[in-house]
């Protein structure tokens, strides 16, 4: 009999840390959304300005209902566990609890995006080297079959297309905190190697121009109010448009943490996911200048 995997969560700030739970443990759980092998043990709380005291207390229970011990101590949120997830809404705490999870040992998620800023970014990136962890960041947009279907038609595009919706963020870079999704979906199908972002604003929301070498360009457009992901990837000759089913969007990318958790590779390269946090940082760098600028 395969061993059910113990993880924590840290956070309770984010709508992630409710979904993740309820598809794992969840007696209400719809059958075809259930993932099995892992149980979430405890939660680490604390008010972030993604999520007041109120709305904490409400997932809270919820979460308890669950089976989950919720707790501000973190020590006690992390004992006994064989892996954690970071599940935190404020991309700029991100660097302060990886650097306390990393100190376990143990198999960390850290969920979307890396950091706040490609410099803390890079510092995750070097405490994961430094101490051999691992340890993977990625958005669920990366796994979802609608994308995969069109890289396999189109394996290298020389033009990229994707769209997404732009929340605005109570914190911080609404690009960096929701524009991950687009951006993420964009290093998959491109690959690394960008050389620049030109980012502007409209009424509408924000489009950013990413060039690649050997004139290949994608485009990345972020939409105000309109909940919908998607794109498509073209050469000179064919086009291959998709439009994301979401509906299976968060139990996909749980099999894919208890999958690594339970011994399994690495489903994102880290370097992949340094490369989705210079895009973001720079798209943000060239929506304040005005300006193109380098990666």
């Known amino acids: 009999m395969d061993k059910t995997i113990?993880?924590?969560?840290?956070?309770l700030d984010t709508s992630h840390t409710l979904?993740?739970?309820?598809?794992?443990q969840s007696p209400e759980c719809e059958p075809e959304q259930k993932v099995t092998g892992m149980e979430i043990t405890a939660c680490l709380r604390f008010a972030t300005p993604f999520q007041n005291d109120e709305g904490l207390d409400?997932?809270?229970?919820?979460?308890?209902?669950?089976?989950?011990k919720v707790t501000k101590d973190f020590s006690e949120a992390v004992v006994n566990c064989d892996a954690v997830m970071i599940e935190i809404?404020?991309?700029?705490?991100?660097?302060?609890?990886?650097?306390?999870?990393?100190?376990?040992?143990?198999?960390?998620?850290?969920?979307?995006?890396?950091?706040?800023?490609?410099?803390n970014g890079k510092e995750i990136h070097d405490i994961v080297k430094k101490k051999n962890l691992r340890m993977f960041s990625a958005s669920s947009l990366r796994f979802v079959p609608q994308l995969n279907k069109a890289i396999a038609q189109m394996p290298n595009p020389v033009f990229s297309h994707f769209y997404g919706p732009l929340g605005i963020a109570p914190a911080g870079s609404s690009i960096i905190w929701?524009?991950?999704?687009?951006?993420?979906?964009?290093?998959?199908?491109?690959?690394?190697?960008?050389?620049?972002?030109?980012?502007?604003?409209?009424?509408?929301?924000?489009?950013s121009i990413v060039e690649y070498p050997e004139g290949r360009r994608g485009v990345v457009e972020l939409r105000e109010?309109?909940?919908?992901?998607?794109?498509?990837?073209s050469d000179t000759k064919k086009s291959f448009p998709f439009v994301v089913d979401m509906s299976r969007a968060y139990a996909d990318l749980v099999i894919e943490v208890n999958k690594f958790f339970s011994g399994g590779n690495t489903p994102?390269?880290?370097?992949?996911?340094?490369e989705v946090m210079a895009l973001l940082d720079c798209a943000q760098r060239s929506l304040d200048s005005g300006k193109k600028e380098k990666i």
Request: overall charge neutral.
């Open 6 to 11: 113990k993880a924590a969560i840290i956070g």
């Open 19 to 24: 979904e993740f739970t309820e598809r794992l």
């Open 58 to 68: 409400k997932r809270q229970k919820e979460m308890e209902g669950w089976g989950v």
């Open 89 to 119: 809404n404020d991309p700029s705490l991100h660097l302060e609890y990886f650097k306390k999870c990393a100190e376990l040992g143990k198999p960390i998620f850290l969920d979307k995006p890396l950091a706040d800023n490609i410099k």
């Open 178 to 207: 929701y524009g991950v999704h687009a951006f993420e979906m964009l290093e998959k199908a491109m690959g690394k190697g960008a050389l620049s972002v030109t980012t502007k604003k409209d009424p509408a929301g924000i489009v």
């Open 225 to 233: 109010g309109a909940w919908v992901f998607g794109g498509s990837l």
């Open 268 to 274: 994102v390269a880290l370097e992949d996911t340094l």
